[in-house]
């Protein structure tokens, strides 16, 4: 029972590429989401989105970044026209169903090992 | 909006006893989290509180106060090994064009384990 798969691991882009990252959530989970974390710091949330509906993206910026979750397939977070400021580790993370009953700990983030952004 | 607090770093000994503390406001509370982040690795859920008390596992242990937007985290019999970073998250209520819930996370406190 595979976690959440992110890939790449590891990528390098140039100032003004596109860079996408894929996220493959845990098995039967509906609801992902994206973080940013710079080093030595806390996780930024970026963007949440269940199957084909982004629920908040409130942490993303308008320009730039974009977010998908289609019926098959995995998540993309995508960033386009890259520049040094982008680089940084995106973490994904995945629940199961979210519901209205807050005793249901099972809803809890399982993450991926993050795709790690250099710009140069 | 929502805010998180934690402080930023703490040492402790091994074999000694550690309290991380988190303050925290929200719109919607729906429960209350704790993650250990290692350097360079994906953060591993440690605890869940959504009433009020202390909740025990093992030689961790995390309490909540949601009157007060308050929470701990409690590290007994320190190993080098609990040298990582702790996030506090808060699990969200969103609803806009569709209901959900988000987690929203505090900056992360840095925790250095020394022999």
């Known amino acids: 029972n595979a976690g959440v798969m992110q890939n790449p691991r590891h990528l390098v882009r140039r100032r003004g590429q596109e860079a996408r990252l894929r996220c493959s959530p845990v098995?039967?989970?509906?609801?992902v989401y994206w973080y940013r974390q710079l080093p030595e710091e806390g996780l930024k949330f970026m963007v949440y989105?269940?199957?084909?509906?982004?629920?908040?993206e409130s942490g993303m910026p308008k320009e730039r970044f974009s977010a998908e979750f289609p019926k098959e397939g995995p998540s993309i977070l995508r960033i386009q026209q890259v520049v040094r400021g982008d680089s940084a580790a995106y973490f994904c993370?995945?629940?199961?169903?979210?519901?209205?009953?807050?005793?249901?700990?099972?809803?809890?983030?399982?993450f991926g090992a993050g795709s790690r952004l250099t710009v140069l | 909006g929502q805010n998180i607090d934690q402080p930023t770093e703490m040492t402790a000994t091994e074999g000694a006893i550690v309290q991380i503390n988190c303050t925290y406001q929200?719109?919607?509370?729906?429960?209350l989290f704790w993650y250990q982040q290692h350097a360079g690795e994906a953060p591993t859920f440690l605890s869940y509180n959504v009433l009020d008390g202390l909740e025990e596992k093992g030689r961790f242990s995390s309490f909540l106060s949601r009157s007060k937007g308050y929470s701990y985290l409690l590290l007994k019999e320190l190993q080098m090994k609990d040298s990582a970073s702790y996030l506090c998250a808060v699990r969200d209520i969103v609803i806009r064009d569709n209901y959900g819930q988000n987690f929203v996370f505090g900056p992360g406190t840095r925790l250095s384990v020394l022999p």
């Open positions: 993370a995945s629940s199961n169903q979210a519901g209205t009953n807050p005793y249901s700990g099972a809803n809890v983030l399982t």
């Open positions: 929200t719109s919607g509370f729906n429960g």
């Open positions: 989105l269940q199957k084909e509906n982004i629920i908040d």
């Open positions: 098995k039967g989970h509906s609801h």
